[in-house]
Every structure is written in structure tokens, then in C-alpha cells.
């Protein structure tokens, strides 16, 4: 708690959303961004206001590529320490399952954003991710529950 004599100031820590969505055949859903280098998932930052993660996560997903989310499961929480070029924060991911052809064929990139997309076998689609989103996707796509992570690792103290 950071006190003064007349304020209490309220941490604030930026949340962002990840989506995991998979073809038929279990491959994953992976985006070209256009705003920064590699590859990464459908999602991004929690608005400010009274956004859910989940409405977020869904919003994220349907801006970037115009799959509309009816269903996910959260299966992980991770914080990010803040470093000397990000602010850190807690980074939330949704398993949201294999969609159809049918709806897959819907995908519709938003070209400001967006520059390409694959779906990709899990091996080959988290060789494309960065590290920190990497191992956040790779305990998400196996995870039974949700589980807590710290800069992308788990935590021994919290199982």
C-alpha cells in the first residue's frame, strides 16, 4: 500500500487476453502482427472502464480476426514483472477449442493489425511465438485446470 499523509494510491496493473483456437485437426491459431516483430495469438490489452477478461478476450479475438468466441476456459494466469522496456502486468489465456471449417471460413484478418495468419502444428507454432507468450501457450494447450505462472514459469509455492 503506497500512503501519503492525505492519498492511498490504487496499484494499477494492465491486463491483457490470449486466445487459443484450434482447426479440426488440433492446429493453432497463430497471427502476424503488424505493430511488432514474430508471430502471436489472437488477444490483447483489457480496456479500461469495466471490461471483462472475457469480453476483452472475445473482443480482442473478433477485431483481429473476425472469429466471434462463444465458449472458453481460463487456463492460465500469468504475471509479468515489469522490465526496463514493458510495464509488466497479468497476461489471462482461454482455451477456446477447435472450431469448424464452417466457422473458421469467417476469419477475416483486420489489415491494420494483422498481416498474415497460419494455423500451425502446436511444435511448430510455438517456435514461432516469442518466449514469454511460448511458454504461457504451451501450459495452456495441455492445462487441465488453471494455472498460475510467473514471467511465463510456474510456480512451485502455488500448485
Known sequence: MNETADTYVVPRVPVSVGALVLDPAGRLLVLKPTYKPGWTIPGGQMDAGGESPWDACQRETREECGLELAAGRLVCVDFRTPG?????????????GSFSE???AALTL???????????EPGAALALLRAPIRRRVQVGLSAERCVYLEDGRPIAAVA
Open 102 to 104: 464452417d466457422r473458421l
Open 110 to 120: 483486420e489489415p491494420e493489425e494483422i498481416e498474415d495468419h497460419r494455423f500451425a
Open 84 to 96: 526496463p522496456r514493458r510495464l509488466g502486468g497479468v497476461r489471462l489465456l482461454f482455451h477456446c
